[in-house]
């Protein structure tokens, strides 16, 4: 890479852009939304990793989102109805936390580190952005991100010749997979990028209707289509899929919504033909088993602490891609059940919320909010996600859509016995 910093990129470092970000970022501990929004464009870019910059943006987010936590703590009790769905994720986090302080006490500042910026963050999604202004805001910076980390590998693939300098840092060697360059330089993680940027145009789209957010869903939707399908990532076409079929499932119509259902079934059992030839050794099916063997074989050494958090990419050389067997093998049977029990519950909860019955207010934007949970939960048998910050912010996201659909339809979180609590606007 020491060549490539001669090459003249879409996005270029500032150092006026640095400091002015930074004054921002300082500025916004009394404006607890902005910083949220800033910290949330922060962690989907990773600057950091793009560019080389004076300043280390995600470490610089940890103080910051700590004080305004604790500087807002009391409004903690306003959101009691979600420490049940959380309880397992927090009693993940502080197994963890013991773990790694037993048996492997050179790591944890490390993994504190690692884990504190998705969980503050996703503190702060929950206390600063539960109401329709934060939904709608969040719900915009996401779908930005996602659009600018896109861009830049899609504009060389089409603006440089196969083969130069710049079109093969945005690609993986022989195979020509598109893949985002520093931020995100994977091209399954890139498809998930543009996942993630569909499912946010369609809930705001969902939620508030706007023309203009029409307008911006028909243009903004192809384009983060035809990034799945240049990343030639058979899990992010299927994650791409899946954000539809639970939507299309939950809501009402007739015969026609039928054969649209069976039309992405099959879609989804013939995804791994739709997307460009596979030639590269990392995508085979054969080499994905590997992997998933050797996880195995790590969990049963370890089944009860785990090789620890982060360390099953060292016994076995490589990540495992796949978020499940990396949460067991690492933090061994009861981690990785905490784990399950988290998503099982929070998806319980966006399910029910969903269901017709529930009260319409914004119905239509839990029916999409709860495709994508579907196609996280698809995308993490895949990934390399488990309590990484896009994992916390994702979450954050689903609670967020819940709650504020719960409140707006003056009902109870679903599964809970809390009375209603109004969201905190800041």
Known sequence: MDDATAITFLYQPSMALEYLLLVLLLASLVKPRLLTVLATFIVLLRPNERMELSIPFVQ?????????????????????????????????LLLIALETLLFHPEDLGAILLFLSVGALLMCAVILFMGDDDGVQA?????????????????????????????????????????QAWGMWQNSNETAYIACLGVANVLLVTAKFGRRWHYLAAAGLIPFFTLVVYLTASRAGLASLILIFLPSLVLMRGGAAKGVVVVAILCGLTVAHSLTPERTDAEGSAEERGELREKGKEVFKEYPFRGVGFQRARDVVGRPLHNSYLQAFAETGLMGGCLFLAFLYRLGKAALEAARPGRGEAGRRHLVFLFGFYCSTLFY?????????????LVMALVVNSIGNAAVLGDEKFPGQQTSKVAVNRC
Not at 384 to 389: G, I, K, T, V
Request: charged share 10%.
């Open 138 to 178: 969040l719900g915009y910076t996401v779908a930005a991100a996602a659009f600018l980390i896109c861009l830049e590998p899609v504009y060389y693939h089409y603006t440089e010749p196969a083969g130069s300098e710049l079109w093969t840092l945005f690609h993986l060697p022989r195979s020509g997979r598109l």
């Open 60 to 92: 610089i987010l940890v103080p910051l989102l700590l004080v305004s936590v604790l500087m807002n703590y009391s409004r903690f009790a306003g959101h009691a109805r979600f420490k049940p769905v959380a309880a397992p994720l927090i009693l993940f």
């Open 380 to 392: 993490l048998f895949w990934g390399n996600q488990l309590l990484s910050e896009l994992f916390f």
